[in-house]
């Protein structure tokens, strides 16, 4: 009888060697991508740029949007299923390919009611954790009110070497881009101190969230900050008008600002009327008229470029596919602020233009084909 107990271990005990070795190759293949998949995906957002005027602007496009309206594969007829349309619930549906009744925001802000009856303003990133310093609850941004995983968090379950960098104007459009998984590294510009910064919610620790956090730190640390009255400027002035022929949409062409004395005081947008428009005269601060200018999305485009040009972290060069989410917020802050047709919003995107240029430039030289 010991010796059939001790052959039966025995037979056990190879069953679940060989058992643990075939998991173990199958979580490798699993984590091998297949031959041909692309290295890097960049997922790029322009919030609230319609079709329309895409088209209708097309003659003044030198760069990027030109390359993409040229070369790309361009959907003419795609249509919203769905209600709200704002940035969170727009950014959480392009983030998921799910519609704000399932990924659970369903605007920017929303009311919930609370025990005693009352009803409280919840903003859609709002997420409570518990302050380091005075270790009570807080209130700051994260992705607990998204209900779905995203494109970036299936990623990280097939792949779990993968990266996910998700960097935006606005803290709505990097996080839900980018996701739940606290692996992901996800900054977004705030206008009180003229940095990128991050969540609670994210793991700065984690391998890739590491070195992302690194290159954030030089950034701020060097170009942001205190650093952009002088590399920005304080003027936004209005790019030179090209050469445009009976194409171009007469309404981006013959716009007449309207002067300041025919203004109530309460109707003036953040940085003023005409050109050129000081933005340190901005009501809330020179970062808050940032924050409405076409410099936002500049300032979003060279921390992109600096992740992909960071050899520590090399962005699309390891076996494994990794994702870049570039939400930009320009044109929209700009076209709520001056109206959809305005000449600051042709500005925006004519500047918009140029930097998406600078990112396929930089994507053409720094990828490795998969």
């Keep these: 009888m010991k010796k059939l107990r001790a052959s039966t271990l025995a037979l056990g005990v190879s069953l679940l060697v060989s058992f643990l070795a075939l998991a173990q190759a199958a979580r490798r293949e699993a984590a091998t991508p297949p031959r041909g998949t692309p290295r890097l995906s960049v997922l790029v957002s322009v919030d609230g740029l319609q079709m329309k005027r895409l088209l209708d602007y097309r003659p003044y496009f030198v760069a990027g949007l030109k390359r993409l309206l040229d070369e790309a594969h361009v959907e003419r007829n795609a249509h919203y299923e769905h209600l709200n349309t704002e940035t969170g619930p727009g950014h959480a ?27 409280r303003t919840v903003y859609c990133t709002d997420q409570e954790f518990t302050d380091p310093e005075t270790r009570k609850p807080a209130w700051r941004p994260g992705p ?17 070497d ?28 705030d206008q009180v101190t003229g940095r990128f910064v991050s969540s609670p919610a994210y793991d700065a620790g984690s ?18 900050g ?40 309460y109707q003036l947008p953040v940085n003023g009327l005409g050109w050129d428009k000081d933005l340190s005269l901005a009501t809330n601060g020179y970062f808050h008229g940032l ?7 500049e300032l979003t485009i060279d921390l992109a470029l600096d992740v992909l040009s960071s050899k520590d972290l090399e962005l699309g060069h390891e076996e494994q596919p990794d994702l870049l989410c570039l ?8 076209s709520h602020a001056y109206g959809a047709e305005s000449e600051e919003t042709l500005d925006v995107l004519r500047r918009l233009d140029v930097q998406l240029g600078r990112l396929f430039e930089a994507l053409d030289r720094g990828v490795p084909a998969g």
């Design 93 to 119: 549906s392009l983030g998921t390919g799910a519609p704000p009744r399932v990924t659970g925001i369903v605007a920017n802000r929303w009311f919930e009611p609370r025990a005693d009856g009352s009803l």
């Design 144 to 160: 607990a009110n998204l209900r779905v995983p995203t494109l970036g968090d299936r990623l990280l379950e097939r792949y779990p």
């Design 162 to 189: 993968a990266r996910v960098v998700s960097l935006s104007g606005k803290d709505r459009g990097a996080i839900f881009m980018a996701g739940r998984d606290p692996a992901h590294a996800v900054y977004w510009w």
């Design 207 to 224: 391998p890739g969230g590491a070195v992302v956090a690194k290159i954030v730190e030089r950034y701020n640390r060097t170009r942001a």
């Design 226 to 265: 205190g650093h952009l009255p002088r590399r920005v400027g304080l003027a936004w002035r209005k790019m030179a008008d090209p050469a445009c022929g009976a194409s171009a949409p007469a309404s981006a062409i013959s716009v007449r600002p309207v002067p300041e004395q025919e203004m109530r005081p």
């Design 291 to 297: 924050y409405y200018s076409p410099f936002i999305d």
């Design 327 to 334: 939400s930009l917020s320009g044109q929209d802050t700009v």
